[in-house]
């Protein structure tokens, strides 16, 4: 159980395109979603919190405008980059975590690739 | 927000055990002590989730002394497969993980290179 997706696995867009990645739980509820990029060889960075039904907070130095996040319902966050940039490059993971008393793991997505070109 | 300090990387061989200790001196009351397994291009995989003493389930053990400032991750008899960064976090899992005070922030992580 507690199984996290998302989709694409990996991506390829030109630079000034806008890409949408989503993050679904397959099998529980997620009121509260995580969004992470990791470069090469270092450790996830977060980029924002995504709860659903309301807006997202966004961490220091992350730009809302560009790195847009939709929680809509209780098991799919999307997350878009938006006027994609080659230093946009990177594998964005995303987290789910599981409400419920006695259980506050984070369920992590496999990942997603994004190469601007 | 606590802060941690691993190791940046750990050779070992096969059937061997492998020990990870995690340094978190601003630890809080309330923050627990997680452990996540990450493999290339993958999202972290949960391993072990502790708050004081020891804590044991079917893939590593977690010790923590009683002062709580740091933990060590305990991996028994290697394999191959275990070759990934290990990332020790700390943070108050009560509220949920609602609040950006509350997030979790991910360290450095241990590479750990398993020989045959």
């Known amino acids: 159980g507690a199984v996290v997706s998302q989709h694409p696995s990996w991506v390829i867009c030109k630079s000034g395109t806008s890409v949408k990645i989503e993050c679904r739980s397959l099998?529980?509820?997620?009121?509260?979603m995580f969004w992470y990029r990791q470069f090469p060889k270092q450790s996830l960075m977060l980029m924002a919190t995504s709860n659903e039904g309301s807006k997202a907070t966004y961490e220091q130095g992350v730009e809302k405008d560009k790195f847009l996040i939709n929680h809509a319902s209780l098991t799919l966050s999307t997350l878009t980059v938006t006027s994609a940039h080659p230093e946009d490059s990177s594998f964005y993971i995303c987290?789910?975590?599981?409400?419920?008393?006695?259980?506050?793991?984070?369920?992590f997505g496999p990942g997603t690739r994004l190469t601007v070109t | 927000l606590a802060k941690t300090t691993q190791p940046i990387s750990m050779d070992s061989y096969e059937g061997q055990e492998v020990n990870i200790t995690c340094s978190h001196n601003n630890i809080a009351t309330n923050d627990y002590i997680t452990w996540y397994q990450q493999f290339p291009s993958q999202g972290p995989r949960f391993i072990i989730q502790?708050?004081?003493t020891k804590v044991t389930n079917e893939v590593a053990s977690l010790f923590i002394p009683a002062d709580r400032k740091s933990s060590t991750l305990s991996l028994p008899r290697v394999s191959l497969s275990d070759t990934a960064v290990y990332y020790c976090?700390?943070?108050?899992?009560?509220?949920?993980?609602?609040?950006?005070?509350?997030?979790?922030?991910f360290g450095g992580g241990t590479r750990v290179l398993v020989k045959p």
């Open positions: 976090l700390v943070g108050d899992i009560r509220r949920g993980w609602k609040a950006a005070g509350n997030k979790l922030t």
């Open positions: 099998d529980f509820q997620a009121t509260t």
């Open positions: 987290s789910a975590s599981l409400a419920g008393v006695g259980s506050y793991e984070q369920y």
């Open positions: 502790g708050y004081k």
